[in-house]
Nanobody, 125 residues
Framework: QVQLVESGGGLVQAGDSLRLSCAAS????????MGWFRQAPGKGREFVGA????????YYTNSVKGRFTISRDNAKNMVYLQMDSLKPEDTAVYYC??????????????????WGQGTHVTVSS
């Protein structure tokens, strides 16, 4: 079992930056792929991006490419989501997720077994 706790959300203005953190505990998340999802009010949970275990390679949804960056610190059991040039449409609850299939990217939330509780990000115009 992996426990995930997100932090770093808040209220920012359009164009600002924010860094979200995800702390993993429980069994080691060695070998796990780590992902970020978000859910805007009234909408479904959306894939934002993910980082593979083996080589740290990343994959992003088109709407955040060039603005968001995912990184991981395996020694600290931490994953980060750096969000730059934020837009009002980025407003959502952001969730960290973990998948023991460390070298694949799953876009569907149903394929990720472990989730954090989420952290709110609000971007004002």
């Amino acid at each position: 079992q992996v426990q995930l706790v997100e932090s770093g959300g808040g209220l920012v203005q359009a164009g600002d930056s924010l860094r979200l953190s995800c702390a993993a505990s429980g069994r080691t998340f060695s070998g796990y792929a780590m992902g970020w999802f978000r859910q805007a009010p009234g909408k479904g949970r959306e894939f934002v991006g993910a980082v593979r275990w083996s080589d740290g390679s990343t994959y992003y949804t088109n709407s955040v490419k060039g603005r968001f960056t995912i990184s991981r610190d395996n020694a600290k059991n931490m994953v980060y989501l750096q969000m730059d040039s934020l837009k009002p449409e980025d407003t959502a609850v952001y969730y960290c997720a973990a998948n023991p299939a460390g070298n694949t990217w799953f876009l569907s939330p149903a394929m990720w077994p472990y989730w954090g509780q989420g952290t709110h990000v609000t971007v004002s115009s």
